[in-house]
C-alpha cells in the first residue's frame, strides 16, 4: 500500500485493484494537460462481472450502490495506473454514472451517490465533484452501473 489516499480507504475497508483491462477498442485511462480521464469502469472483480442486470427489476437499490463503489474503483485503479499514484490528484473534478434501470425507476440518484461518498472518503474535500446520474436502457455486458471520472492532477 502506498500513499495517503489508499491508506485512507484502506481504513474504510476498500483496497484499490489491480487496473481492469479495457473490454474494447479504447484506452481505459488517458492524460490530457492536468486533467486525468477514465473511460467507462463496470463492476469487474478481476476478469468477473460483479452485478449484471436493471436496477428497480433484476437488482435491489443497495446492490447497485455496492455496484457503483466497485466502479469508482476501478477508475481510482485506472488513474493510480496512469500516474503511479492517486497522491497527484489536486481534485475530483467529475463523476459521470450510468445506472441499468428497469422502468420506472428513478433513484439514480442515489445509486451514484456510493461512488461520490467514495470519492469524499478518499480524497477528503477534495473528492467533491460535479456529476450525472443518468438511467439507461442498457450497458455493455449487461453491467448495472458504468462509471467514469475526471481529476485534476499535479505535476
Known sequence: MTGSVEQRLKTQGFDIPAAPDAVGCYVPVLRTGNLVLTSGQLPFIGTE??????????????????????????????????????????????????????????????????????????????????????????LPLNAAVEIAIWAEVGT
Do not use: P, W
Open 49 to 138: 462481472l460483479m452485478f449484471r442486470g436493471k436496477v428497480g427489476q433484476d437488482l435491489q437499490e443497495d446492490d447497485a450502490v455496492q455496484a457503483a463503489k466497485l466502479c469508482g474503483l476501478n477508475a481510482l485503479a485506472q488513474i493510480k495506473a496512469c500516474l503511479g499514484s492517486l497522491d497527484r490528484v489536486i481534485r475530483i473534478v467529475r463523476v459521470e454514472g450510468y445506472v441499468q434501470s428497469a422502468d420506472g425507476f428513478a433513484s439514480q440518484s442515489r445509486v451514484i451517490n456510493g461512488v461520490s461518498e467514495l470519492m469524499v472518503q478518499a480524497f477528503g474535500e477534495a473528492g467533491k465533484h460535479t456529476r450525472i446520474a443518468v438511467g439507461v436502457n442498457a
